[in-house]
């Protein structure tokens, strides 16, 4: 019938929902595309983040409409879509249609591509959203032996910098029996398709550590931080849910309220002692300006208790620098926090002025240099860090999953976003391997299978 080519920008919530786009199309008749210029439908599925986000959405549409097949359709999906649609319609006649969320790239009573070009304006503003939930459409197979799963769509929280509430809305979590079909769709997936087997889930959402509260109405059980009202907490039933059905549970984003006792021993249980904390900044003052929760006393405290449960546990965060407000003393703060947290990694970024944000109108904006200059500071202190605790890890014995050939992760690291473990090349994908790690470059590791080893040292042993 024809074929598409996605190309998508952003997070990996983002990648979720071009997964799913993908499966949507390919049950209208679609074919993926070998390259973009072969395809019929070339899809952008956008990210507005930040500033240079949006710019390299803008980059890709109009690299593709550029080089595109003479009749190819170009649509333009994701949050730029959803935020910016009036504007790109505008400003970018090459689009043939601008689909915010709920709207559907080609319309499903036809089994052609839409023709848009005359209608592209009236076809974005009709096709209504009903019936076309993003989060609930079918799974295919995972291209890897890990895949990402949005819980839940949304945010209900107010941090200054973050213009996400205002364009995804509040959070609206999926029913616990509907992401855990999810899984089970692709775990089933591979022994239909040629897609290695399914090990590793990664669960993610704006603000993972919330998940349900938006469904489990008065009452609100494990809002405390301790969790021990008697009825497990959503976050807690799915990852103890997703965990008896496959190898590996990874959760992204917890906002650090959400760290309960019972979500730490729900994550320990999983076997993947992973820890993604979404701390942004550790200066009271500074959080408060940020309407954030805590303080870096608090989570200090928060991850020497999970180490003292798990002293093999892995920890990462993402900080904001040049924040409206912040001081020589906020920055110190976070300088010593990261000397004293000794995270395995860390994502900086400076701060973008967004748009309708509570931060947009703040005084005392922090020059752009200079918020470069901290981001600057902050990642070579912690890119010593990472690498000193990569280091150790050198002489240990590790599992890894292998992801593609020559390359894998032990639990210490997420995929797409961490280092690697570089491992033999003819390890099979999808294998979870026993390896001894005797090597490190950077953030990554080197790797080479116990058994290998085992035989090299009964040769010499023999020979
Ligand atoms: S928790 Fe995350 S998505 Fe929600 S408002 Fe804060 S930064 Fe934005």
Redesign the pocket.
Known sequence: MGLYYMQTLGCPKNQVDSDKLEGYLEAQGYASAPDADSADLLVVNTCAFIEAARQESIDTILSLAEHRRSGARLVVTGCMAERYGDELRDALPEIDLVAGFGHELVPASTSVPVSLGATRVAAATTVPGAGFDLLELPRPAAHAPWAYVKVAEG?D???GF?A??SFRGKQRSRPLDDVLAEVDQLLDAPTATDAPPLREVVLVA??LASYGRDRTGPGRAARTTTGTSGRPSPIAALTRAVAQRVERTRLLYL?PSGLTDELIGAVLDTGVPYFDL?LQHVSRPHLARMRRWGDGERFLRRIADIRAAEPDATFRSSFILGYPGETERDHDLLLEFLAAAQLDWAGFFTFSNEDGTHAAGLPDQVPPELALERLRECAELQDAITAAKRDALVGQTRQVLVDAPGRGRTVHEAPEIDGVVYVPDDLAVGDLVDVALVASEGPDLHAVPVDALAAVSAGAHTS
């Open positions: 945010c929280r107010i941090c973050c996400i509430p704006q603000d906002y979404s």
